[in-house]
DNA sequence: TTGAAAGCGCTAACAT
DNA sequence: ATGTTAGCGCTTTCAA
C-alpha cells in the first residue's frame, strides 16, 4: 500500500483578487488588512467583510520578503543524548512557542552540541529566522559568539559572563544558595554535593550557590564532599558510596537525574532517607515526585523562562530596548527527604 | 541595562550582484545554482568559484516565493502537562530535524492539545509549511482530520485506524505482546497490566499486544488485573496496592512514569522486586536505569521513527510514493526485574 | 548554452 | 482617503 499527495487545483485567493472584488487598489487592502496607514472606516470594513466571508488568508512569505523578515524565531536545543532526557528543554519550548504564536511568529528548531553549531549556521544563514534562542548557556559558548559575530538578535536562556548577551534565567544561584542555608540552619554541618557538567553555565551557578551558603556562616567547605562531572550512573554511586563513608548529613543533587540514581544507589545499600540521610534536588521533576519521602527540591517555572525569553527576543528584533538580564523566581519545596 | 539590536548596514548580496560581477544574466546565475536546465561547465565553475569567494547565500524566502514551496515541515507536538515529562517527543523531534536539514528542509514546531489545535492551523493557513509531521496518533485525531480535510501533505508517528494516514511506528504491538509472551513462557499465570491514558492509540496498542499474547496461549484474561488510564500517582498507588491483594505475579506498565510510580509504591510497601512481584515496562528510559534490580522493559530508537517520518513526509511532499505504513522494530532487555 | 522578461504576493514611497 | 508604481530576490517560460 502506498499514497501519492495530489495537489489542489484551485488557485489561492492573494490581495489583488480581493481588490479587483471590491473595485479597490492592492495598496488599499494591504492597509486594511495591516492597520497601518490612513484608511477609511467604511472601507477597511468592507475588505475586512470580504476577507472573512471567503476566508482569506495572507500569505506570509510574499510579506516576509516584502519586508525581508520572516517571523520566525530560531530555538536552539541541544543535541546531546543524556539532556534528551530532561523535561526542561520540552517545557521551555512550549513556553517560547506560545509566546512566539501570540506576537504572530513561528519557532523554527535546529539543535547543537558543545562543538558542532553547523545547523544553527543552516537556519541562519539561510535567513530562516529574525533572531534566536539559545536555550542553555556554555562555559565555552561557541552558538553564542557565532551569533555575536554575525550580529544576529539573540538572547539566551540562562547566564553568561558576556556582557553582551542578554540573559534570561532562573535564579538558580540564589536558590541554591537559600536551599543549602536552610539546611544548614537545621543544624547540618556535612553536605554532600554531586554536581552535573561543569561546562554548562547552570551548574557552575549551582555550585556556587552552595558555596556561598557555607560563606556566609563561615563555614569551611570540606572539598571532599563536592564531586563534579557525575555525568552517569556509575559515578553517581562511587560518589554517593564515598559520601556515606565520610558520613554526611546531607546529599544535595544538582538535577533530577542524578538525584533519582543517588536514591536508587542509597536503597540498594539500604541506607534510610532521611533517617540516616537527607537528600535534596536543586531542580523538581515528576520522576522524583513518586518517591517516599518526597524529595525536597527547587522548582523552576521553565516555561516561564520560554516564554519570557520570547518576548524579550521579539522585543529585541523590532528594535525595542530589552533588558540585559532577567532572572525569574524559584520556590523551595521541602518535603520528607530533609525532615 | 538595557539593549538595543542595531541592523548591520552593508546590504546582502543577490543574485543579480553577481550577474553584473560576472557579465551573465540572472537566469544563468539561478541555474547554475540550482544545476536545473542547460548551463556550460565553465561559466557554471565560474559561477561557483564567485558563490564560495564572497560566501554568497540564496534568499530562502526569495526562492520560496518563487516556487510556492516554504521547505519548512511543521511538527506537532502534545502540549499536555504530562507529556512534556517525557523524552520520546524530544527524541523524536531531533530525528525529525537531523533528518529534515539533510535534505534541506527546516522544521517548525507547534503545539496542539486533545481539543484545541489552533496553533496548527496557524502554520499551515499562513503556509509556513510544505507538510506536517504528526508525532502522535488519537483515537478521536483531530488534527489528522483537519489536515486531510485541508488536504495538506502529512504523516502521523503512530497507528491509526484511518487508512488515508501515511504511519510510522514502532511495532508497540508486537513488542508487547512479545514481552508478555516471554513472561507467560517463564510460568506466569497472574500479570497485572497498567494502562496509560487510552485516547493515546499507542495504548491501545500496547493494551492489544498484551491481549493476544493470552489470546495465543489461550490462557483467560483477569479483567480485574488490567487498569486503564492509570494517569497519575495515586491511580498508580491504587492500582499497585489493588494487584498485590490479588496476589499477581508480575506488573507490565506501559511506560516508564508508570513505572517509575509502581516501582516507588512497592518500595513504600516492602515489597522486593523481583522476589515477590517482577516488574517490566514497555518504555524504557534513562529514569529506569539507576534502579536496582534493572527493570526489564523494550525499548525502541525513537530518533530514528522521527527521521523516517521527516523522509516519509518530504518524498510526500515531492511527490514520490510513499509507503503507508512502516513498522520499525523494538527490542526487549531482559533484566533482573523479571528473573 | 544563454538572456529577457514576466511573475510569485505583498509592502511602501510617492503621488493624487 | 485611495491609487500608482516600483521593488523584495528568485524561478521559469519563451525566445535567441
Known amino acids: ?22 473595485e479597490l487598489s492592492t495598496t488599499t487592502i494591504s492597509r486594511a488588512i495591516s492597520g497601518k496607514g490612513r484608511i477609511g472606516e ?7 467583510a470580504y476577507i472573512r466571508e471567503n476566508d482569506y488568508r495572507p500569505n506570509i512569505i510574499a510579506k516576509s ?5 520572516t517571523f520566525n524565531i530560531g530555538v536552539v536545543l541541544p543535541a546531546d543524548q543524556n539532556l534528551t532526557e530532561t523535561p526542561f528543554f520540552q517545557k521551555c519550548l512550549l513556553g517560547i512557542t506560545e509566546m512566539a504564536a501570540s506576537n504572530d511568529y513561528d519557532v523554527v528548531v535546529t539543535t547543537t ?27 565555552n559558548d ?9 550580529n544576529i538578535p539573540f538572547v539566551a536562556i540562562g547566564t553568561t559572563d558576556d556582557e553582551k548577551v542578554i540573559q534570561i534565567d532562573n535564579n538558580h544561584r540564589s536558590g541554591c544558595k537559600e536551599l543549602t542555608t536552610l539546611l544548614l540552619n537545621s543544624g547540618m554541618q556535612s553536605i554532600g554535593l554531586l554536581c552535573g557538567d561543569q561546562n554548562h553555565v547552570v551548574n557552575q551557578e549551582r555550585y556556587q550557590g ?7 556562616k563561615e563555614l569551611s567547605i570540606k572539598e571532599e564532599l563536592i564531586f563534579s562531572n557525575v555525568t552517569n550512573k556509575a559515578f553517581v554511586e562511587k560518589a554517593v558510596e564515598s559520601l556515606m563513608e565520610d558520613h554526611v548529613e546531607c546529599i544535595l543533587c544538582m538535577d533530577d537525574l542524578i538525584c533519582s540514581r543517588a536514591i536508587y544507589k542509597l536503597m540498594e545499600d539500604h541506607v534510610s532517607i532521611p533517617n540516616q540521610v537527607k537528600v535534596a534536588s536543586f531542580y ?27 518576548k524579550n527576543l521579539m522585543e529585541l528584533i523590532s528594535g525595542k530596548e530589552v533588558q ?15 525532615k
Chains 1, 2 share one sequence.
Open 65 to 69: 520578503l516584502a519586508q525581508s523578515k
Open 210 to 216: 552552595y558555596i556561598e551558603a557555607f560563606r556566609d
Open 142 to 150: 561557541f552558538p553564542a559568539k557565532y551569533l555575536e559575530e554575525k
Open 113 to 139: 552540541t558543545e562543538t558542532d553549531i553547523t545547523l544553527l549556521q543552516r537556519i541562519v544563514e539561510n535567513h530562516k529566522v529574525d533572531g534566536v534562542v539559545l536555550t542553555r548557556t556554555l562555559v
Open 284 to 310: 523538581n521533576s515528576a520522576f522524583l515526585e513518586s518517591h517516599n519521602p518526597q524529595i525536597t527540591a527547587l522548582d523552576f517555572d521553565v516555561k516561564e523562562v520560554g516564554a519570557v525569553a520570547a
Open 324 to 338: 540585559k538580564k532577567t532572572l525569574l523566581d524559584y520556590s523551595i519545596i521541602l518535603k520528607a527527604s530533609t
Open 1 to 22: 500500500m502506498s499514497s501519492t499527495y495530489k495537489k489542489d487545483a484551485h488557485k489561492k485567493m492573494n490581495i489583488s483578487d480581493i481588490a479587483k472584488a471590491l
Open 42 to 48: 467604511a472601507t477597511r470594513e468592507r475588505v475586512w
